[in-house]
């Protein structure tokens, strides 16, 4: 694998976290009512996505260090059907989400196979991923978590 599919590799892999639901929920403010589940949630999603933007920052600068350009992506339209719903509900896709970017983070790190420095930084990315995921879980079924 050359240096410019190594920035592909990685600029994919930017963009799915720069356009995540967690990033799009963080900054649209789904509604949480009341106590327990949400504001657990709220705080996991504020964790998501913090570590979402971290990637992002981390991915840009190794990008931006083999002289890449930043490629953003753009939102799904889907999203914007989000707004009214709770925090609760949307649990749930947040997790299908978060299990559908750890199987992406996986393939990107076996395609960086020979570049161990990137292969690392993916790899670690996606030990965050796997966490965030367990801890989605872990609200939708409180009772399996043990």
């Known amino acids: 694998m050359n240096s410019a599919s190594v ?12 356009r995540s639901l967690a990033i799009y929920l963080a900054d649209a403010k789904p509604w949480a009512p009341g106590a327990g589940v949400s504001e657990e949630a709220l705080s996991e999603l504020r964790l998501l996505a913090a570590s979402h933007r971290d990637t992002v920052g981390r991915l840009g600068t190794m990008i931006l260090d083999r002289d890449g350009e930043l490629m953003h992506g753009h939102f799904p339209l889907r999203f914007a059907s989000y707004h009214d719903l709770s925090l609760s509900f949307l649990l749930g896709e947040l997790a299908t989400r978060q299990e559908t970017l750890v199987e992406q983070i996986q393939e990107c790190a076996a395609e960086l196979e020979g570049h161990p420095l990137e292969q690392a930084v993916v790899e670690e990315i996606l030990g965050q991923a796997k966490g965030h995921l367990e801890s989605l879980r872990e609200l939708l079924h409180p009772a399996h978590a043990e």
Not at 7 to 18: G, M, P, T
């Open 7 to 18: 920035i592909d590799v990685l600029s994919r892999l930017s963009a799915l976290h720069n």
